[in-house]
């Protein structure tokens, strides 16, 4: 199977791994799902040059915020499958390890801490929110999850190239 679409498919199934426990996140302990809708205003902020919100809640929406986030947050999990597999190599394809998976998910943790909260007026993991230790352990499991993810998809793909053989 060629390499950009393995890439492709485990970085939507690990996405919808991160999704899938967001859903079973708000029905079982009652956590909100995130607010992609958030990220995709401060995604559309960026071309006119605002990168730093004090609050992304406070600015004023931008029109199809939602669907540009969620496209966005589908996009980000691709390119982290892209950082895995640059990480372990394409043999991981073949054989699918939970090691590289975890280290990347658990890794990619460092792109909303650095990134996103500080750009939406978060701070630096959380560092602004009410509870920030409880915001850095809920990042930190999602993004566990998403390593998760990336290694129950690869196997979901290993198991599908060997029955197509």
């Known amino acids: 199977m060629n390499t950009l679409i393995v890439v492709f498919l485990l970085g939507i199934g690990a996405t919808a791994a991160m999704d899938l426990w ?48 969620w496209i966005a947050h589908y996009l980000i999990g691709i390119v982290f499958a892209a950082v895995l597999i640059a990480v372990a190599g394409k043999p991981w394809i073949l054989n699918p390890t939970i090691g590289p998976a975890l280290m990347v998910g658990v890794g990619t943790v460092v792109a909303p801490f650095l990134l996103m909260q500080p750009g939406m007026g978060a701070g630096i993991a959380s560092s602004r929110t009410l509870k920030p230790n409880s915001a850095r352990l809920h990042s930190l499991i999602n993004h566990a999850v998403f390593g998760l993810g990336l290694y129950a998809s690869g196997w979901a793909l290993k198991l599908y190239h060997y029955t197509q053989a």
């Open 22 to 69: 967001s859903i079973l996140r708000k029905s079982l302990l009652g956590i909100a799902p995130p607010n992609y809708g958030m990220v995709g205003r401060w995604l559309a902020y960026m071309p006119y040059g605002k990168f730093r919100h004090d609050s992304i809640a406070a600015s004023a929406p931008i029109k199809r915020e939602h669907y540009i986030g």
